[in-house]
């Protein structure tokens, strides 16, 4: 068979909107999500905060259609301390809304608390522990028509490190506050959420108000290259172009390239008989 999510070990949640089989809706409001890891983790809302299923569509592909509504769990899939992590998020905006660090996905605790017990990995291409700690990569980059977000961190680094992809394009962090290590199995309530998350205050809020079509969630920084095989996994599914920024280098142990497109890389004696080709 061919690739999938499951092709690459450490996979913990697996949130597939297209998948009929893991909704359960009440005329379109979604009751229940299930991950399709093994895990199995069911996210659940309530009867005031349901997204709904049916109504948002990308390249044929169901999503669900949050406008500030959010699935909940108490489970972690495996999750605690400090962990590294990997997430995918396919997400598409609609616009509208009050909060402008929408979160698509959220881990830890989900109420009041003790800062840095919980991450937000928020559509403006943010990190946030609570209590404003955060990396911020750019300030707009969720976008219309369509975006893959992925995020990774390291397993007890500080909320300020990370790495931020759109498209497949790595962004450079813009800003960064406070240097809190993030615990996100203190206190009680630990849990996910999925449409919003805690920030500052420690209150549930930080609505999405957009399509969710996938989330992927690893135990584990992927490499390079395994995180460009999910990218063009969910390129190919959802119709959204990567930005071509792939070379050689970076993937590592590269010893030798030799391209012979790159004309300052040939030398001639001048009547077009190659001397010298050094490699990049």
């Avoid at 890891?37 to 569509?57: C, D, E, I, K, L």
């Avoid at 996938?214 to 119709?239: F, G, K, N, P």
């Avoid at 792939?246 to 590269?254: A, D, E, L």
Wanted: aromatic share 8%.
């Amino acid at each position: 068979g061919g690739f999938t999510p499951e092709s690459i070990s450490g996979l913990q949640l697996w949130m597939d909107a297209d998948d009929s089989d893991t909704i359960s809706d009440t005329g379109g409001l979604v009751d229940s999500w299930t991950d399709k890891s093994s895990n199995g983790v069911v996210f659940s809302g309530t009867t005031t905060t349901r997204p709904t299923t049916g109504t948002a569509t990308k390249n044929g592909r169901n999503g669900l259609r949050f406008a500030e509504d959010f699935l909940e769990t108490s489970e972690m899939a495996g999750f605690s301390g400090s962990p590294a992590i990997t997430v995918f998020v396919v997400i598409d905006h609609t616009g509208g809304g009050s909060e402008n660090v929408p979160g698509p996905f959220h881990l830890g605790r989900d109420g009041s608390g003790s800062a840095g017990e919980s991450i937000l990995f928020a559509s403006n291409a943010s990190m946030h522990a609570f209590n404003s700690n955060h990396i911020t990569f750019e300030s707009a980059i969720w976008k219309d028509g369509g975006t893959i977000l992925t995020f990774q961190r390291a397993s007890g680094s500080q909320i300020n490190t990370g790495k931020c992809w759109r498209n497949g394009d790595e962004k450079s962090s813009s800003s960064t506050s406070g240097t809190i290590t993030p615990d996100v199995g203190s206190g009680a309530n630990p849990g996910m959420q999925i449409g919003q998350g805690v920030l500052t205050s420690g209150t549930n809020d930080n609505f999405v108000n957009g399509d969710i079509y996938e989330i992927l969630v690893y135990d584990s920084e992927l490499s390079d290259a395994d995180r460009s095989q999910v990218e063009r996994w969910l390129s190919e599914r959802y119709d959204i172009p990567l930005v071509p920024n792939f070379s050689p280098t970076k993937v590592s142990g590269c010893q030798l390239w030799l391209d012979a497109s790159d004309t300052d890389t040939i030398a001639d004696d001048g009547s077009d008989n190659v001397t010298d080709w050094t490699d990049k």
